[in-house]
């Protein structure tokens, strides 16, 4: 490993163990999982590059999604064409597309994220509060929301990314997030997650926060 702070945030996500019931899209074990750590070190660069002032918080990867790419809040479609409004993501850009498992379609709610942000021309890091993939037993490829103590156990992750960008704030994104946030002393702004018909509300509460200057400099 590299001193490099990107490879080292990267590595620690990559070496700590997943729990029960819960899968670590990172970890040094096969091929699929090494391109996702590529796709999210070659993420997190392109966000250096861009200096964004806020971290948008939201629960956990679903298996749709950044449990198969590697990146907060993608999905296949996205990684693969990428967002030219922001000039992110896209195999151009060097990003790899991992296998993806039979009949499994993309994320929706990655895309609502993205087309929200477009329409709204802002361009935050994203990062979830518990940062794997955290399944029903016996189920991969499933969803479940993780407990609080899962996303206390990874609040490190989200404060380490914050320091790591120069993040000046951050929003809660959904209930587990704000909970997460709150409970290590964070007491953040939070919108609705665009998740089951929230996009409305999770477009007009960002407007809302954008309005206020929570993109400005502090």
Not at 42 to 68: H, S, T
Not at 84 to 100: I, Q, T
Not at 116 to 127: G, H, I, Q, R, S
Not at 190 to 199: F, L, T
Request: cysteine-free; glycine content about 10%.
């Amino acid at each position: 490993m590299s001193g490099d702070p990107i490879d080292g945030f990267v590595h620690r996500v990559a070496s700590t163990p997943a729990g029960p019931n819960t899968a670590n899209p990172f970890e040094f074990s096969g091929e699929p999982n090494a391109i996702r750590r590529r796709n999210l070190t070659r993420y997190l660069r392109q966000l250096a590059e861009r200096r964004p002032r806020v971290l948008l918080v939201g629960e956990a990867p679903g298996y749709r999604g950044m449990r198969i790419t590697g990146v907060p809040f993608t999905n296949t479609v996205l990684l693969r064409n990428g967002v030219p409004h922001f000039g992110l993501f896209g195999e151009a850009s060097g990003y790899e597309l991992p296998p993806v498992p039979p009949g499994v379609a993309p994320e929706p709610t990655a895309t609502v994220m993205w087309q929200t942000l477009v329409e709204l021309d802002f361009l935050p890091a994203l990062w979830s509060a518990f940062p794997l993939h955290p399944h029903r037993p016996g189920v991969p490829l499933s969803n479940r929301t993780p407990t609080g103590g899962e996303a206390a156990e990874w609040s490190w992750s989200w404060r380490a990314l914050r320091e790591l960008l120069e993040i000046e704030r951050v929003v809660a994104v959904g209930n587990i997030a704000a909970a997460s946030l709150a409970r290590s002393g964070y007491d953040v702004p939070r919108v609705r997650h665009p998740a089951h018909g929230g996009k409305v509300k999770f477009a007009s509460g960002l407007r809302e926060l954008l309005d206020a200057g929570i993109d400005s400099p502090s």
